[in-house]
T-cell receptor, first 115, second 113 residues
Framework: EPEVTQTPSHQVTQMGQEVILRCVPISNHLYFYWYRQILGQKVEFLVSFYNNEISEKSEIFDDQFSVERPDGSNFTLKIRSTKLEDSAMYFC?????????????FGSGTQLSVL | GDSVTQMEGPVTLSEEAFLTINCTYTATGYPSLFWYVQYPGEGLQLLLKATKADDKGSNKGFEATYRKETTSFHLEKGSVQVSDSAVYFCALSVYSSASKIIFGSGTRLSIRP
């Protein structure tokens, strides 16, 4: 089965630094998402992206966050100035155009640790 | 707002035991309901889903029935295996457009041989 690929699997950064989390969605998918899970808490929606623009974002997705599809295959999440509370597992997902909201394919996640 | 509440883990069972993981939801519309599973080192995978009341989703021996009257979607399996050890997430989706899925906090299941 095709996979969503995320890199790196672990990222350690200093508070205040910028980080970019990378994702390669499934090739024919058109909808892309970022979710995160703080340790011991719920998986939370951050943002959805379609047709080269954000279609929806949550309250968490403030000005420190941005997403980009720079080259038609990668989908990135940038955090401009990381905070301790940004430490979490970040999941990328993509979905099949024929079943927009019914089946999301998730990557295995990037564990971000902000020190 | 819309939310999902599922039983806290971890849950530890012996092989061939009966499994129930409770899940209840709150939604303003008519949600679709899902169970996702995360095996160690892997991403979230859709396990089963139900899109309307009284639907039963099933996959790999797991079942869940959409109960509108009790706003529940409990996950069950009659005889668990060691390979079922994973984290299970109940989730819902209300909107028909490309939008978010709301997850529960996850339940870690460990099966003893």
């Amino acid at each position: 089965e095709p996979e969503v690929t995320q890199t790196p699997s672990h990222q350690v950064t200093q508070m205040g630094q910028e980080v970019i989390l990378r994702c390669v969605p499934i090739s024919n998918h058109l909808y892309f998402y970022w979710y995160r899970q703080i340790l011991g808490q719920k998986v939370e929606f951050l943002v959805s992206f379609y047709n080269n623009e954000i279609s929806e974002k949550s309250e968490i997705f403030d000005d420190q966050f941005s997403v980009e599809r720079p080259d038609g295959s990668n989908f990135t999440l940038k955090i401009r100035s990381t905070k301790l509370e940004d430490s979490a597992m970040y999941f990328c997902a993509s979905s099949d155009p024929g079943t927009v909201n019914e089946k999301l394919f998730f990557g295995s996640g990037t564990q971000l640790s902000v020190l | 707002g819309d939310s999902v509440t599922q039983m806290e883990g971890p849950v530890t069972l012996s092989e061939e035991a009966f499994l129930t993981i409770n899940c209840t939801y709150t939604a303003t519309g008519y949600p679709s309901l899902f169970w996702y599973v995360q095996y160690p080192g892997e991403g979230l995978q859709l396990l089963l889903k139900a899109t309307k009341a009284d639907d039963k989703g099933s996959n790999k021996g797991f079942e869940a029935t959409y109960r509108k009257e009790t706003t529940s979607f409990h996950l069950e399996k009659g005889s668990v295996q060691v390979s079922d050890s994973a984290v299970y997430f109940c989730a819902l989706s209300v909107y028909s457009s490309a939008s978010k899925i709301i997850f529960g906090s996850g339940t870690r299941l460990s099966i003893r041989p």
